[in-house]
């Protein structure tokens, strides 16, 4: 799931960047960089992974 959402800012963040929109200064592609790292961060660490614990048999 982080990783899909890595990928659609990642994604925003390249086409702010090609087409030099000045958005606002919440939405610079560093920003959006940064973000982008942080959903990839939690994504490898196993967050949002939809655990598999409390199954009992």
Not at 20 to 46: E, R, V, W, Y
Request: a positive charge.
């Amino acid at each position: 799931m982080f990783a899909i959402i890595a990928a659609v800012i990642f994604g925003l963040a390249l086409i702010l960047d090609w087409a030099n929109i000045k958005a606002s200064d919440a939405f610079t592609p560093q920003t959006l960089l940064m973000a982008g790292l942080l959903c990839i961060a939690l994504h490898l660490a196993g967050v949002g992974a939809g655990g598999k614990w409390g199954r009992r048999r």
